[in-house]
Structures are given as structure tokens and as C-alpha cells.
């Protein structure tokens, strides 16, 4: 039996209502293999960041998580509008979210340095009109 | 060593029968059917007592305290949680009901609506200091605690640190009678008027893992009707002025009352456990974080909807409103003088992280065993039904891959192997009759 877990979710387009199901799901699994609550919590927030731009930015997207004894790799994917200015993107308080969207209480502009501080490995490969992906890794100790 | 658990909500196996409403409520998937009878998994209970109140036998109980251990004491002090002053109707005054205690047998009343108080002073002041985690969750219901540390342990440090309501009034009201009439505090006897089930393992089994203040906790169900006979031979009573809590104090045993009681700020009530698992949800997600307290209670309509209560709770929430409305606000937070410190009345130990939810403590045979059970469920038929006694599918594979089920307890999987076992039987007896029908 492989000691890899794997799993796919969909994120929903704009519903972000039911938005954060997968990084909850994660959360769960991740006590039941004995990972420390303040790893977990990091997690679910870079998580659930990630998950809310694909909804409101990125018009749904994918989930593909992997983990294993010493990390959890998760990638976000969305073939949304893209980032233009990535740099600009990372900067606290900047954010592109419409105003429909703002006046939910989201976009506020943390979204993405939110995901840096709390995860040990960044990567993003975006392109305007090609979608976003979203590379994020955690460490177990 | 293995833990040793005490456990007020149990089982009268010989009212159980079997049926699977229980399992599907439990809050942390705490119950299983197995041989025909509910069993409780220690590790997972919290007490909250949601199925007490969901069994339709009434099989399920909480052990409380018989009222006959009040006569193991000298002195015995009575601390009536404000949920009592709901349970007789309008007729039944606060002062009344006092009083009654006091000719049940008791030798001293001290009202855990008047430590409540106490305790709302208490979370002022702690909510002034800036350094604290927000929002700031409640810790009186010892059944949301015990579910935190279960299932939100990064949610521990968000817990006011402050003694609840009845182990202030515990250790007052001793202190108070010692130093007053000079009993010495090994012959006083302190017992909790209770509505909840939680509170008596809280008392037997304290999480903070210190001794409680209190002696032993009586049920409301059982002192009803003895004082409800003393009330009604009751003549007028002299009203002596008791001490009497105010308005704040008795609306504890609502939902909303606690949190109404601190005057700024962002404040939430949330009973009902269920709901309650979604708002700490929330919190985990970092959704409540521009509010200020927390209020979360596992039973209906708070307190008042214990396990252990006799009025219906709407009926009960009108009665206590009833009170209230007579008790003159000039009477609230009278009590703690200025120079009196917070630091009283604060947790002297932490509540710890039980992970009990684990699958394995090595992290390897954890991940193989996840990805067991994921493969065992997808096996299944995905029904939810509990006829296997499990809450629901995944619930059997989780318990099949510790050990504790198997894979034919699923009535479906059964079905399948017999289906198999006949097929194969049918094809070894045609194969015989060939060879008859050659001779």
C-alpha cells in the first residue's frame, strides 16, 4: 500500500460559499496522520487563500494534492485571465478583485503574501489569458 | 498507561435497541452498534448529550450524583445553576426556590448566576489586554471544550482562560462559609444544581487536570420534584436579602447571555453542537477574526436545553425572561471591588491537544492506512445506511483498517459474498449432475 496520499478536487467558479471544502478536507486528513496543528493550520490557510482566488479571480479551477511523510505539495490550477504584473500581485494591499467581489469582505489584498508567509516552498507560473497555477509545499518538521 | 476515562453520558444496555438514531448524531462519530447494543468510544465522547436527548428508548443517561451524598458532609452548600430559576413557572420566584433549597436541607445557597457575574467582570478585564488570540471562544460549556481539543486544538489558544461560573461559586461560597461561621473546609460538602451532563465529568475528569472546587454535581431532573413539594407547602417566605444575583448573572442560562453580558465588542452566541462545529469552522478558517467573543454552547437554547432538565427550554427561556425583568439593574457588577485581579479567577494549568483522531503515530503507517480506508470505501456503496452500526461508510472502513470492524458488518458486502458463495456452490453441483447423466 503506497504511503503517498492523493487527492483531486474541483473548485467551484464564484460560489464561495462552498468555497474552502477542499482545504478543510485537507485539514482533516492531515490531523488523522498526526501532523502538528500549527503545521495543519498553516496548510489550510495557504490553502484556502489559494482556493479563494481561483474562485473569485480564476473562475474555478483545480485542486491536486500530494502528501507524504515529510510534506504536503499542493497545486491550484485555474485557466483564468491570468496575472499580469505578478510582483505588483504579491504586494499586500494590492488587489484586482472587482467591487462586486470587495463588497463580500474579499479581496482585500492579502490573498497572495498570505500564501508566502505561511508556506515553505512558493511557485507561481502564470500568463495573461493562460491561466494561473499555483505551487505550494509545506514541511512536516 | 492506558487513560483512564470517566464518562457521565452512558448506556442502559437493557433499554437499547439497537436501532442506529444515535450514531448518525454524534457529534465526533463517538457511537457504534455492535452486537445489537450502542457502545461509546471513550477516547471521542464529549458528553455533550445529544444522545440523551435523540434515543428514542431513552436508553441513553448521564450518572449524576445520587441526592442522598449530601448527608457526606457536615455543611452542605448548594450552587443552583440559573437554568433552576426557569424550570417551575411564574409562581416560583428565585426567592422562593432559595429558600426551598434551604428546607430541602442544604445550609447555604450561593447562586452560580452570582459567580457569573464574576466571571463577565473577569473576561472584561481579560478582553482589555491587547495580546490576546480573537476571537476570544467561551470555555463554560465543558462539552465545546473538550470538543476543541478534540477536533480544533489550533483553536486552544483562543479559549478565556477563566474559571467557569461554577467553580468560582465552588470556591467562594467555601471560603465564604469558612471564614463566616468558622467550618472547617474538609467538613463542607459543595454541590452543583446541574442542567448538563458535561459539567459532572468536568467535576470527576477535569481537563485542566487539576481537582475541581466542587464535591458533586445533583441533576435538576432529580431535586424537581422534592422542592417542587416544598414549595408548594410554602407559606410566605421571609424574603432574607440573600444576596441575590442580578440580571446578568441569571441570563447565563440563555443563549446570548454571557455575551451580552460584556458590554463592547463584536459578540456571537452559538448553540445547538452541530452549529456550533460550523462556526468553529469559521474560526479555523480565519473567517471570525474581526469578532471579538465567541459564545458557544452544545445544547439547544443553551443551558436550558440540557440533558438534564425538566421544562421544555422555550417554556424554561420565558420564565427565566420573567425573572429578569423583575431583578433592578442597579444590582449588576456590584461585586468585584477594584483592587480584586483577574488573575484569581484564571486557569491555573493549560487544556491539551487530544488527538485521538490519529491513525497511527508513525507517520508512514498513518498515510498507508488513509489510503486503505480509501480504497475500502470505494468498495462500499456509499448508502451512509448504518446498518453496520458505523455513522457512515467511510466510518466502517476507518474502523475496519484500526482493527475494530470488518468488512462483511457491511450488510451489502455480506449480501454480495453469499451471492458469491451460491454461485459457486450452483456451479460445483451442475459440474456433479454432468457427469450423472454420463453413467
Same mark, same amino acid.
Given at each position: 500500500m503506497?504511503?503517498?496520499?492523493?487527492?483531486?478536487?474541483?473548485?467551484p467558479?464564484?460560489?464561495?460559499t462552498i468555497?474552502g471544502?477542499a482545504?478543510s478536507n485537507?485539514?482533516?486528513?492531515?490531523?488523522?496522520?498526526?501532523?502538528?496543528p500549527?503545521?495543519v493550520k498553516? =496548510?489550510?490557510?495557504?490553502?484556502?487563500?489559494a482556493?479563494?482566488?481561483?474562485?473569485?479571480?480564476g473562475?474555478?479551477?483545480?485542486a491536486?494534492v500530494?502528501?507524504?511523510?515529510?510534506?504536503?505539495?499542493?497545486?491550484?490550477?485555474d485557466?483564468?485571465p491570468?496575472?499580469?504584473d505578478?510582483?505588483l500581485?504579491?504586494?499586500?494591499?494590492?488587489?484586482?478583485?472587482?467591487?462586486?467581489?470587495?463588497?463580500?469582505g474579499?479581496?482585500?489584498?492579502?490573498?497572495?503574501?498570505?500564501?508566502?508567509?505561511?508556506?515553505?516552498?512558493?511557485?507561481?507560473? =502564470?500568463a495573461?489569458?493562460?491561466? =494561473? =497555477?499555483?505551487?505550494i509545499t509545506v514541511?512536516?518538521? | 498507561?492506558?487513560?483512564?476515562?470517566?464518562?457521565?453520558v452512558t #448506556?442502559?444496555?437493557?433499554?437499547c435497541k439497537?436501532?442506529t438514531?444515535?450514531?448518525k448524531?454524534?457529534?465526533t462519530?463517538a457511537?457504534r452498534?455492535?452486537?445489537g447494543?450502542?457502545?461509546?468510544?471513550?477516547?471521542?465522547?464529549i458528553?455533550?448529550? @445529544?444522545?440523551i436527548?435523540?434515543?428514542?428508548?431513552h436508553?441513553k443517561?448521564?450518572?449524576?450524583?445520587p441526592l442522598e451524598?449530601?448527608?457526606?458532609?457536615?455543611?452542605?452548600?448548594? #450552587?443552583?445553576?440559573p437554568?433552576?430559576?426557569?424550570?417551575?413557572g411564574?409562581?416560583?420566584?428565585?426567592e422562593r426556590?432559595?429558600?426551598?433549597?434551604?428546607?430541602?436541607?442544604?445550609?447555604?445557597?450561593?447562586?452560580?448566576?452570582? $459567580?457569573?457575574?464574576i466571571?463577565t467582570?473577569?473576561?472584561e478585564?481579560?478582553m482589555?489586554?491587547?495580546?490576546?488570540?480573537?476571537?476570544v471562544?467561551?470555555? $463554560?460549556? !465543558?462539552?465545546?471544550v473538550?470538543?476543541?481539543?478534540?477536533?480544533?486544538?489550533? #483553536?486552544i489558544d483562543?479559549?478565556?482562560?477563566?474559571?467557569? !461560573?461554577?467553580?468560582?461559586?465552588a470556591a467562594?461560597s467555601?471560603q465564604?462559609?469558612?471564614?463566616?461561621?468558622?467550618?472547617?473546609?474538609?467538613?463542607i460538602?459543595?454541590f452543583?444544581?446541574?442542567?448538563?451532563?458535561?459539567?459532572?465529568?468536568?467535576?470527576?475528569?477535569?481537563? /485542566?487536570?487539576?481537582?475541581s472546587?466542587?464535591?458533586?454535581v445533583?441533576?435538576?431532573?432529580?431535586?424537581? @420534584?422534592p422542592?417542587?413539594g416544598?414549595?408548594k407547602?410554602?407559606?410566605?417566605?421571609?424574603?432574607e436579602?440573600?444576596? @441575590?444575583?442580578?440580571?446578568i448573572?441569571?441570563?447565563?442560562?440563555v443563549?446570548?447571555?454571557?455575551?451580552?453580558?460584556?458590554?463592547e465588542?463584536?459578540?456571537?452566541?452559538?448553540?445547538?453542537?452541530?452549529s456550533?462545529?460550523d462556526? @468553529?469552522?469559521q474560526a479555523v478558517?480565519?473567517?471570525?477574526?474581526?469578532?471579538?467573543?465567541l /459564545?458557544?454552547?452544545?445544547?439547544?437554547e443553551?443551558?436550558?436545553?440540557g440533558p438534564l432538565?425538566?421544562?421544555? !427550554?422555550?417554556?424554561a427561556?420565558?420564565?427565566?425572561n420573567?425573572?429578569?425583568?423583575?431583578i433592578?439593574?442597579n444590582q449588576?457588577?456590584?461585586?468585584l471591588?477594584k483592587h480584586?485581579?483577574?488573575?484569581?479567577?484564571?486557569?491555573?494549568?493549560?487544556?491539551e491537544?487530544r488527538?485521538?483522531?490519529? #491513525?497511527?503515530?508513525?507517520?508512514?503507517k498513518?498515510l498507508?492506512k488513509m489510503?486503505?480506508i480509501?480504497v475500502?470505501?470505494e468498495?462500499?456503496l456509499?448508502l451512509?445506511?448504518?446498518?453496520c452500526?458505523?455513522?457512515?461508510?467511510r466510518a +466502517?472502513?476507518?474502523?475496519?483498517?484500526?482493527?475494530?470492524?470488518k468488512?462483511?458488518?457491511?450488510?451489502?458486502?455480506?449480501?454480495?459474498k453469499v451471492?458469491?458463495?451460491?454461485?459457486q +456452490?450452483?456451479?460445483? /453441483?451442475?459440474?456433479?449432475?454432468?457427469?450423472?447423466?454420463?453413467k
Amino acid at each position: 500500500m503506497s504511503s503517498v496520499v492523493v487527492r483531486d478536487y474541483i473548485i467551484p467558479a464564484n460560489d464561495f460559499t462552498i468555497a474552502g471544502e477542499a482545504s478543510s478536507n485537507v485539514r482533516k486528513i492531515l490531523s488523522q496522520i498526526g501532523v502538528a496543528p500549527d503545521i495543519v493550520k498553516r =496548510t489550510s490557510i495557504a490553502m484556502y487563500e489559494a482556493e479563494i482566488n481561483a474562485v473569485i479571480h480564476g473562475n474555478g479551477g483545480q485542486a491536486h494534492v500530494e502528501i507524504d511523510e515529510n510534506k504536503i505539495v499542493i497545486i491550484i490550477s485555474d485557466q483564468g485571465p491570468g496575472i499580469a504584473d505578478l510582483e505588483l500581485a504579491m504586494q499586500e494591499g494590492y488587489s484586482t478583485a472587482p467591487d462586486s467581489i470587495r463588497e463580500m469582505g474579499f479581496g482585500a489584498g492579502m490573498g497572495l503574501s498570505n500564501i508566502k508567509k505561511n508556506s515553505d516552498i512558493l511557485e507561481i507560473k =502564470t500568463a495573461v489569458n493562460e491561466g =494561473t =497555477t499555483v505551487y505550494i509545499t509545506v514541511f512536516f518538521k | 498507561m492506558e487513560q483512564y476515562y470517566f464518562h457521565s453520558v452512558t #448506556l442502559d444496555t437493557s433499554k437499547c435497541k439497537g436501532c442506529t438514531n444515535c450514531i448518525k448524531y454524534c457529534p465526533t462519530e463517538a457511537i457504534r452498534v455492535r452486537n445489537g447494543k450502542a457502545v461509546i468510544i471513550k477516547e471521542r465522547c464529549i458528553d455533550c448529550g @445529544l444522545c440523551i436527548r435523540i434515543c428514542p428508548y431513552h436508553a441513553k443517561k448521564a450518572v449524576t450524583d445520587p441526592l442522598e451524598s449530601i448527608k457526606n458532609y457536615k455543611f452542605k452548600i448548594a #450552587l443552583p445553576a440559573p437554568t433552576l430559576y426557569g424550570q417551575f413557572g411564574p409562581d416560583y420566584t428565585r426567592e422562593r426556590i432559595v429558600s426551598a433549597l434551604k428546607q430541602y436541607g442544604f445550609d447555604y445557597v450561593f447562586e452560580v448566576a452570582r $459567580a457569573a457575574e464574576i466571571v463577565t467582570n473577569a473576561t472584561e478585564y481579560y478582553m482589555a489586554n491587547k495580546e490576546i488570540k480573537k476571537p476570544v471562544i467561551s470555555s $463554560a460549556c !465543558p462539552a465545546v471544550v473538550r470538543f476543541i481539543q478534540i477536533r480544533f486544538p489550533n #483553536l486552544i489558544d483562543n479559549l478565556l482562560r477563566i474559571e467557569s !461560573p461554577m467553580e468560582v461559586a465552588a470556591a467562594l461560597s467555601r471560603q465564604e462559609v469558612n471564614e463566616k461561621y468558622g467550618i472547617p473546609l474538609d467538613e463542607i460538602g459543595v454541590f452543583f444544581i446541574s442542567p448538563c451532563a458535561a459539567k459532572v465529568t468536568s467535576v470527576k475528569a477535569p481537563y /485542566e487536570n487539576r481537582k475541581s472546587n466542587v464535591d458533586g454535581v445533583l441533576s435538576i431532573k432529580d431535586i424537581f @420534584l422534592p422542592l417542587l413539594g416544598i414549595m408548594k407547602k410554602q407559606g410566605d417566605i421571609t424574603s432574607e436579602p440573600f444576596s @441575590l444575583s442580578s440580571a446578568i448573572g441569571v441570563s447565563w442560562a440563555v443563549t446570548g447571555g454571557e455575551s451580552s453580558a460584556i458590554k463592547e465588542g463584536r459578540r456571537i452566541a452559538v448553540h445547538g453542537i452541530h452549529s456550533v462545529n460550523d462556526i @468553529l469552522e469559521q474560526a479555523v478558517k480565519g473567517n471570525l477574526d474581526n469578532i471579538d467573543f465567541l /459564545e458557544v454552547l452544545a445544547c439547544p437554547e443553551g443551558c436550558l436545553g440540557g440533558p438534564l432538565v425538566v421544562e421544555n !427550554p422555550f417554556i424554561a427561556k420565558v420564565n427565566i425572561n420573567n425573572e429578569i425583568a423583575k431583578i433592578a439593574k442597579n444590582q449588576a457588577h456590584r461585586v468585584l471591588p477594584k483592587h480584586k485581579d483577574v488573575k484569581e479567577f484564571e486557569w491555573k494549568s493549560t487544556v491539551e491537544y487530544r488527538p485521538i483522531m490519529k #491513525l497511527d503515530d508513525d507517520m508512514m503507517k498513518a498515510l498507508e492506512k488513509m489510503n486503505m480506508i480509501d480504497v475500502i470505501t470505494e468498495g462500499f456503496l456509499g448508502l451512509d445506511c448504518g446498518a453496520c452500526g458505523a455513522p457512515s461508510c467511510r466510518a +466502517l472502513a476507518e474502523d475496519i483498517v484500526r482493527g475494530d470492524a470488518k468488512e462483511t458488518d457491511c450488510i451489502f458486502k455480506l449480501r454480495e459474498k453469499v451471492n458469491s458463495i451460491a454461485h459457486q +456452490l450452483h456451479q460445483i /453441483e451442475s459440474a456433479g449432475s454432468m457427469s450423472d447423466d454420463n453413467k
